[in-house]
């Protein structure tokens, strides 16, 4: 199979990295929640991939600012929401 179809066919898994991450992110338990936000990444590389070779500019910067606030994601998970804390004081 030639590279060109083989870069086609990536949106398929793609968009199926993007469907279990969005189950992940989804999880009660923030270990989990931390899995789907590192599969969001995975997601955003792939798709910022297929985009480069079909030329889809606009998706490739949306995946670009998708994954920033992944990583924000990521660290605001890790270290607790501040308003959870106020909310379980009130």
Same mark, same amino acid.
């Given at each position: %199979? #030639?590279?060109?179809?083989?870069?086609?066919?990536? &949106?398929?898994?793609? %968009?199926?990295?993007?469907? $279990? /991450?969005?189950?992940?992110?989804? /999880?009660?338990? !923030?270990?989990?929640? $931390?899995?789907?936000?590192?599969?969001?990444i995975?997601?955003?590389?792939?798709w910022?991939?297929? *985009? $480069?070779?079909?030329? /889809?500019?606009?998706?490739?910067?949306? &995946?670009? *600012?998708?994954?920033? %606030?992944?990583?924000? /994601?990521?660290?605001?998970?890790?270290?607790? +929401?501040?308003? +959870? #804390?106020?909310? !379980? *004081?009130?």
């Amino acid at each position: %199979m #030639d590279p060109d179809t083989l870069l086609d066919l990536l &949106q398929w898994p793609a %968009m199926a990295v993007t469907l $279990v /991450a969005a189950f992940l992110v989804g /999880a009660r338990h !923030a270990k989990k929640r $931390v899995v789907g936000f590192w599969t969001f990444i995975l997601s955003n590389v792939l798709w910022i991939v297929w *985009g $480069v070779h079909d030329e /889809a500019w606009a998706l490739i910067a949306l &995946q670009a *600012g998708l994954a920033a %606030m992944n990583v924000r /994601a990521i660290f605001r998970n890790e270290r607790g +929401d501040p308003a +959870d #804390d106020k909310a !379980a *004081g009130a």
